[in-house]
């Protein structure tokens, strides 16, 4: 059964006359026919009685009418919806971040320019480690993740939007608060606060000492950025994070910048690969990653001219 067919019958049943609805179908009338031969053939129903003066609709055919009318006004609506989607009217956006964004992204005000310029769009947010928002892409609970990653999982496109070297903070009374250049070795015996090894900077700070042949103690692990800064500020431990978030903590934090070869901490935007590795989004999400790389690239210029 095609939807031709159904516009075909609902055409007839409400013309009552095969020439008036051959001409509101824009087909010849046996061709209107044929088609409606093959639906009856198809239902093994008879939905019409016709002489050469009058039709009238069987009571299969009644029925039928009904339940014609309802499919496609169901087609109707999706179309509808469709291009509702694709007109950004309508629709849902599900983005996850990991947490400290404020230094690199301004994500609340970055949402509020979004839905001033799509008020239509639901966004729904969440909160996760690199991993945890990774799975939520491969399984659609989200569109998109910025998240900081060492290098793209299988299956999953990136594109970085900002690159930070790492540097250490201590406290501000620590030997080795103000200094440069400073080799991971210096950092052997020092006791660290980290975050959970499913986080993506925990995996990159683990690999950077591994490479360097370097042991270190991770003596807190915590979740969050807040804890992290609180407990390095108070000499629990040294921390290693990106020069952004160490620069917004200079009042209270000592920073110690690292010697060659540093680490550079880059944060991507993530989603599900298209054909290639690329990230081919439309919709909602397209909309925003647009917005998000244009923010990045005023964010940018305005640090080149200070």
């Given at each position: 059964?095609?939807?031709?067919q159904?516009?075909?019958?609902?055409?007839?049943?409400?013309?009552?006359?095969?020439?008036?609805?051959?001409?509101?179908?824009?087909?010849?009338?046996?061709?209107?026919s044929?088609?409606?031969?093959?639906?009856?053939?198809?239902?093994?129903?008879?939905?019409?009685?016709?002489?050469?003066?009058?039709?009238?609709?069987?009571?299969?055919?009644?029925?039928?009418?009904?339940?014609?009318?309802?499919?496609?006004?169901?087609v109707?609506?999706?179309?509808?919806?469709?291009?509702?989607?694709?007109?950004l009217?309508?629709?849902?956006?599900?983005?996850?971040?990991?947490?400290?964004?404020?230094?690199?992204?301004?994500?609340?005000?970055?949402?509020?320019?979004?839905?001033?310029?799509?008020?239509?769009?639901?966004v729904?947010?969440?909160?996760?480690?690199?991993?945890?928002?990774?799975?939520?892409?491969?399984?659609?609970?989200?569109?998109?993740?910025?998240?900081?990653?060492?290098?793209a999982?299988?299956?999953?496109?990136?594109?970085?939007?900002?690159?930070?070297?790492?540097?250490?903070?201590?406290?501000?009374?620590?030997?080795?608060?103000?200094?440069?250049?400073?080799?991971l070795?210096?950092?052997?015996?020092?006791?660290?606060?980290?975050?959970e090894?499913?986080?993506?900077?925990?995996?990159l700070?683990?690999?950077?000492?591994?490479?360097?042949?370097?042991?270190?103690?991770?003596?807190?692990?915590?979740n969050?950025?807040?804890?992290?800064?609180?407990?390095?500020?108070?000499?629990?431990?040294?921390?290693?994070?990106?020069?952004?978030?160490?620069?917004?903590e200079?009042?209270?934090l000592?920073?110690?910048?690292?010697?060659?070869?540093?680490?550079?901490?880059?944060?991507?935007?993530?989603?599900?690969?298209?054909?290639?590795?690329?990230?081919?989004?439309?919709?909602?999400?397209?909309?925003?990653?647009?917005?998000?790389?244009?923010?990045?690239?005023?964010?940018?210029?305005?640090?080149?001219?200070?």
């Amino acid at each position: 059964m095609e939807l031709r067919q159904l516009q075909h019958f609902v055409a007839v049943a409400e013309e009552m006359h095969f020439t008036r609805a051959a001409r509101r179908v824009n087909i010849v009338q046996s061709a209107l026919s044929t088609s409606i031969r093959a639906l009856e053939d198809e239902l093994a129903a008879k939905l019409f009685m016709r002489n050469t003066r009058q039709v009238q609709l069987t009571a299969a055919g009644r029925v039928f009418l009904d339940k014609a009318r309802l499919a496609l006004e169901a087609v109707r609506e999706a179309r509808d919806a469709v291009a509702a989607v694709q007109g950004l009217t309508r629709g849902r956006l599900a983005i996850g971040t990991v947490q400290s964004l404020p230094a690199f992204v301004d994500l609340p005000a970055l949402l509020a320019s979004f839905h001033e310029l799509y008020p239509g769009i639901e966004v729904r947010l969440c909160q996760g480690n690199a991993d945890h928002l990774i799975d939520k892409i491969r399984s659609g609970a989200i569109d998109l993740a910025i998240v900081p990653l060492i290098e793209a999982p299988r299956g999953i496109a990136t594109k970085m939007i900002a690159c930070e070297y790492l540097v250490a903070i201590c406290s501000k009374n620590h030997p080795l608060a103000g200094r440069t250049d400073v080799p991971l070795s210096a950092f052997r015996d020092e006791p660290f606060v980290d975050f959970e090894q499913a986080w993506g900077t925990r995996q990159l700070v683990d690999t950077g000492f591994r490479h360097a042949g370097v042991d270190r103690r991770v003596a807190f692990e915590v979740n969050d950025l807040g804890t992290l800064i609180e407990l390095v500020s108070r000499g629990l431990g040294m921390a290693l994070v990106p020069e952004a978030i160490a620069e917004a903590e200079a009042e209270t934090l000592g920073v110690v910048r690292l010697a060659e070869p540093q680490m550079c901490w880059e944060l991507a935007v993530a989603t599900l690969a298209g054909g290639g590795d690329e990230i081919i989004l439309d919709g909602a999400p397209k909309a925003f990653m647009d917005l998000l790389i244009a923010a990045r690239s005023v964010e940018d210029e305005q640090d080149e001219a200070a």
